[in-house]
């Protein structure tokens, strides 16, 4: 029995792994596999891994509270009041935007789920998302699996991945609904600066359009770089969705807990299909996220971390023969260009071989990352952990770039 051509056509040619190679870092057992092997892992968005990096005040909470007995309970579908109070003061702090706890903000199993709970109400068969070219997996898929028409709008390396608006003005069609965004960009750690978002919100509100806008890694921003929420824009906060998280800036991807904030007349829709779509979040990783919300030195303390890596990073890697790239600018990762040595498959696939490290191929994030990986360079607890594999990942491409005669 052929049992996928049961299947519709938004899930039919989904691989995870079983029958043929993927290239995701995430899907199906081709990580584990590899870290069974000995191999080391550092294309997982999630700071410190695999060292433990769960904070004092953070296993205290939920030490406590399991001892308790509370957390054998379900929360709320729309995520623990006080968790939502946490997160509402959060967002109010660093937007000026007055949250309600009751109506502007609801809990997450986690941001990826939310991006697509963020997007299930707006999308009908053939609507078309505008998505930033190279941008996250998730923004390229999840328009497919909702029945639409993802429209990828090319970024460019020379721009430093800055917004062309001219780029999204003449993909425009009477199809298109949304603007679908990562900012920080991932992969490329791109912050959009205020000219650009601010052409790119004028677009959307003359289009009639609404933006759905992924803010896991804005915990984190350098240089004195200005960041901008797109929903604080003139026209934006009645049809912007944001979804964030406390997977990268905090570091605690394995509570999974994520959120989105949107205006009441939004968040009345998400609230009535929370319980039929995600579920509850886990009542123990909700009572370790308000902690973590509420430590104010655990962000303070990640980015003082994060922004040395980030250096170390670039010290060892920007050296590396064939490799072009430029410091990060937000977040947790670094984009290496690669094409002067090969595919971003072939480079990959030599690390792995070579270095022992699994990196992220750029073609996932989009046809413009070709030519590209992607490294989480906040893996490991430890600065001289990480370096040492720096430097592994830079002599085994010193040596790709010898034998293909660029040294």
Same mark, same amino acid.
């Given at each position: 029995?052929? $049992?996928?051509?049961?299947?519709?056509?938004?899930?039919?040619?989904?691989?995870? !792994?079983?029958?043929?190679?993927?290239?995701?870092?995430?899907?199906?057992? !081709?990580?584990?596999?590899?870290?069974?092997?000995?191999?080391?892992? @550092?294309?997982?968005?999630?700071?410190?891994?695999?060292?433990?990096?769960?904070? *004092?005040?953070?296993?205290?909470?939920?030490?406590?509270?399991?001892?308790?007995?509370?957390?054998?309970?379900?929360? @709320?579908?729309?995520?623990?009041?006080?968790?939502?109070?946490?997160?509402? *003061?959060?967002?109010?702090?660093?937007? !000026?935007?007055?949250?309600?706890?009751?109506?502007?903000?609801?809990?997450?199993?986690?941001?990826?789920?939310?991006? +697509?709970?963020?997007?299930?109400?707006?999308?009908?068969?053939?609507? #078309? %998302?505008?998505?930033?070219?190279?941008?996250?997996?998730?923004?390229?898929?999840?328009?497919?699996?909702?029945?639409?028409? &993802?429209?990828? =709008?090319?970024?460019? #390396?020379?721009?430093?991945?800055?917004?062309?608006?001219?780029?999204?003005?003449?993909?425009?069609?009477?199809?298109?609904?949304?603007? +679908?965004?990562?900012?920080?960009?991932?992969? /490329?750690?791109?912050?959009?600066?205020?000219?650009?978002?601010?052409?790119?919100?004028?677009?959307? $509100?003359?289009?009639?359009?609404?933006? =759905?806008?992924?803010?896991?890694?804005?915990?984190?921003?350098?240089?004195?770089?200005?960041?901008?929420?797109?929903? &604080?824009?003139?026209?934006?906060? *009645?049809? /912007?969705?944001?979804?964030?998280?406390?997977?990268?800036?905090?570091?605690?991807?394995? +509570?999974?807990?994520?959120?989105?904030?949107?205006?009441?007349? %939004?968040?009345?829709?998400?609230?009535?299909?929370?319980?039929?779509?995600?579920?509850?979040?886990?009542?123990?990783?909700?009572?370790?996220?308000?902690?973590? %919300?509420?430590?104010?030195?655990?962000?303070?303390?990640?980015?003082?971390?994060?922004?040395?890596?980030?250096?170390?990073?670039?010290?060892?890697?920007? /050296?590396?023969?064939?490799?072009?790239?430029?410091?990060?600018?937000?977040?947790?990762?670094?984009?290496?260009?690669?094409?002067?040595?090969? &595919?971003?498959?072939?480079?990959?696939?030599?690390?792995? *071989?070579?270095?022992?490290?699994?990196?992220?191929?750029? &073609?996932?994030? !989009?046809?413009?990352?070709?030519?590209?990986?992607?490294?989480?360079?906040?893996?490991?607890?430890?600065?001289?952990?990480?370096?040492?594999?720096?430097?592994?990942?830079?002599?085994?491409?010193?040596?790709?770039?010898?034998?293909?005669?660029?040294?």
């Amino acid at each position: 029995m052929d $049992v996928k051509s049961k299947m519709n056509d938004r899930f039919r040619d989904l691989q995870g !792994g079983l029958f043929l190679e993927v290239t995701k870092a995430d899907v199906g057992e !081709g990580a584990g596999n590899f870290m069974k092997a000995g191999g080391d892992i @550092m294309a997982w968005a999630d700071p410190f891994f695999p060292d433990p990096s769960m904070p *004092e005040s953070v296993k205290k909470a939920m030490v406590e509270a399991i001892e308790g007995g509370f957390p054998a309970h379900y929360s @709320m579908p729309i995520g623990l009041y006080e968790l939502r109070e946490a997160l509402a *003061e959060h967002i109010t702090e660093r937007t !000026g935007i007055p949250i309600d706890p009751s109506r502007n903000v609801i809990v997450t199993p986690g941001s990826d789920s939310g991006l +697509l709970f963020a997007m299930m109400p707006f999308i009908e068969e053939g609507d #078309e %998302i505008m998505v930033p070219n190279p941008s996250y997996p998730s923004n390229f898929l999840n328009g497919k699996l909702l029945g639409g028409v &993802t429209v990828p =709008v090319p970024l460019y #390396e020379e721009d430093n991945y800055q917004i062309r608006i001219e780029e999204f003005e003449k993909r425009l069609t009477p199809r298109t609904k949304m603007v +679908l965004m990562s900012h920080p960009n991932n992969p /490329t750690t791109t912050v959009f600066r205020r000219e650009g978002l601010e052409e790119l919100c004028k677009f959307i $509100v003359k289009n009639d359009l609404i933006l =759905v806008c992924d803010q896991a890694f804005e915990d984190h921003i350098y240089d004195g770089i200005e960041f901008v929420a797109p929903c &604080t824009l003139p026209g934006m906060w *009645e049809r /912007t969705l944001t979804v964030c998280s406390i997977s990268k800036g905090i570091g605690l991807s394995g +509570l999974r807990i994520g959120y989105i904030y949107t205006n009441d007349h %939004i968040m009345d829709v998400l609230y009535g299909g929370a319980v039929n779509v995600l579920g509850a979040a886990s009542t123990a990783s909700s009572i370790g996220a308000i902690a973590a %919300i509420k430590d104010k030195e655990l962000l303070k303390s990640n980015y003082e971390r994060l922004e040395r890596r980030r250096r170390l990073a670039y010290e060892v890697l920007s /050296t590396t023969p064939g490799v072009k790239m430029k410091m990060s600018e937000s977040g947790i990762l670094s984009w290496l260009d690669v094409s002067a040595l090969g &595919t971003c498959a072939e480079v990959s696939e030599y690390l792995m *071989e070579h270095a022992r490290i699994m990196v992220n191929q750029g &073609t996932p994030y !989009g046809s413009q990352g070709e030519g590209h990986i992607r490294i989480v360079t906040a893996c490991f607890a430890k600065d001289e952990d990480a370096v040492e594999r720096f430097e592994r990942i830079k002599a085994a491409l010193t040596q790709m770039a010898k034998e293909k005669g660029i040294i």
